[in-house]
């Protein structure tokens, strides 16, 4: 891609998740993530290093439907909103949003 030379990111995802024999089910995770590149704007000009260090957490609450017919889920990432700068040519490969994200989710087994 045009101004990336080099681009390495490390990714480490904690979680822990509480069940209930009721079917409820609690997640809380944090994601660390540390991504280091060297850019160039043009051929010829400077290389310069940039690079974003972050953690941010994760909660959502799951409810598995009866005789496990599916699973609904609400939840929240990036609890705190911490705003981050990061280097990437698609914002859909980023491990984690760059604001709060509420999110809701419904998934049906047949």
């Given amino acids: 891609m045009d101004g990336i030379v080099v681009l390495r990111t490390s990714t480490v995802p904690l979680a822990v998740t509480a069940f ?3 079917g ?6 944090a994601t660390y993530v540390n991504r280091k590149g060297v850019l160039q704007i043009f051929p010829g000009l400077d290389r310069f290093a940039e690079g974003t260090e972050v953690w941010t957490g994760d909660f959502s609450i799951n409810y598995r439907l009866p005789q496990r017919h599916g699973q609904i889920s ?3 990432s990036n609890i705190s909103d911490k705003r981050y700068r ?4 698609n914002d859909a490969s980023l491990p984690m949003p760059p604001e709060r ?3 809701g989710r419904l998934s049906i087994t047949i």
Avoid: E, H, K, Q
């Fill in 74 to 76: 609400f939840g929240v």
């Fill in 86 to 89: 990061i280097i990437d040519t």
């Fill in 101 to 103: 994200v509420f999110f």
């Fill in 24 to 29: 409820l089910s609690a997640r809380l995770g």
């Fill in 20 to 22: 209930a024999p009721n």
